[in-house]
């Protein structure tokens, strides 16, 4: 009796051993990400996805591009989200080289809340810059009212609505506006995180697109995605060719289609000679020398295969063909 005791309990220890590997080698194939709020939407319905398909979570945390650029660097995720490369400062602290991997495209939406004003004001370049400089302060401005005649527009002052974390989303808003605005360049610049001169920040896209739901006469700048599901108005851009493009999938994927792709895959489309000027990539960057290197790939290629057929349902472009066999062959190289 005794020995058949030991036996079970000799049985129990290796069954409960073996489970106990088993379930740390499920948990060592989990990925984790963070960063870019820009592809959160899509991020969200990958990660479900993959779930299913493979049993490994992707557990992605939307802390903002310039956060999760932080995250991977100091080795805490497996791979960061950002609608901006990584800048030399970032790339001198990272742990080793890393890689760039255009994910989606997108749109930088200018979303405002003006009472009895829809989605279709019209802004050029100069105008936007000058409003969220503070040198246009009220929605009838002339130079608001000629770019949109007959539209009724109130004497009320411009509330500025921007991002308070480190951004994509602000680094693409930002370097348009440097771009087509010699003053907005010489006192603001671009980047992740700028000083800027007024308004009232908001934490990820989430939270501008709340302050701008809740905020009369305000404007912001949202990902297309956070426009759509909020149901806020957006504005059509001049190109700078007189010609006032709306954020889509489709206009952000003409801009991208008209900018050379460098070898690195790191360049920012704004103000492209085609399609809507305020576009961006959104990547996902990963250090060549991973910790879950098998995995890791394993996810990556799901994204540039099937997950580009949920692009276009929640308002993104997908990656070119031409782009993605090269991100492949950069995939296949993380060790």
């Known amino acids: 009796m005794t020995h058949t005791f030991h036996r079970t309990l000799t049985a129990l220890a290796i069954a409960a051993s073996a489970f106990a590997s088993i379930a740390s080698s499920v948990h060592a194939q989990d990925l984790t990400g963070a960063g870019s709020t820009f592809i959160n939407p899509i991020m969200t319905k990958w990660a479900y996805d993959y779930k299913n398909e493979s049993g490994t979570s992707v557990n992605y945390q939307s802390v903002g591009s310039g956060a999760g650029i932080n995250n991977l660097i100091d080795g805490t995720i497996d791979f960061a989200g950002s609608d901006a490369p990584m800048n030399a400062d970032e790339r001198g602290r990272a742990k080793g080289a890393v890689i760039h991997l255009p994910a989606v495209i997108g749109a930088v939406a200018v979303a405002y809340n003006v009472n009895g004003i829809g989605t279709g004001l019209g802004f050029g370049g100069s105008e936007l810059a000058d409003i969220f ?5 009220y929605w009838d401005d002339p130079r608001i009212v000629a770019r949109n005649p007959g539209k009724s527009l109130p004497h009320e002052m411009i509330t500025i609505v921007h991002r308070s974390d480190g951004s994509g989303t602000t680094a693409i808003f930002t370097d348009y ?32 697109a709340g302050v701008l739901k809740e905020k009369a006469n305000s404007i912001g700048y949202v990902e297309f995605a956070y426009a759509q599901e909020n149901k806020l108005s957006y504005a059509a851009i001049d190109n700078g060719n007189g010609k006032y493009t709306y954020p889509s999938a489709e206009t952000a994927m003409e801009a991208a289609n008209a900018t050379d792709m460098p070898a690195d895959m790191c360049t920012m489309i704004t103000n492209a000679p085609k399609g809507y000027p305020i576009s961006g990539f959104s990547w996902l960057i990963v250090y060549q ?47």
């Open 177 to 208: 506006l440097a771009k087509v605005s010699a003053d907005w360049k010489s006192q603001i610049g671009a980047g992740k995180t700028v000083n800027w001169p007024g308004g009232i920040g908001g934490k990820g896209s989430a939270g501008v």
């Open 133 to 137: 400089l503070g040198k246009i302060k």
């Open 289 to 335: 020398k991973s910790q879950k290197p098998a995995e890791l790939k394993k996810f990556l290629k799901y994204v540039l295969t099937k997950g580009q057929k949920d692009t276009a349902p929640l308002w993104y472009a997908a990656v070119p063909d031409a782009v993605i066999h090269r991100e492949m062959t950069m995939i296949d190289a993380i060790q």
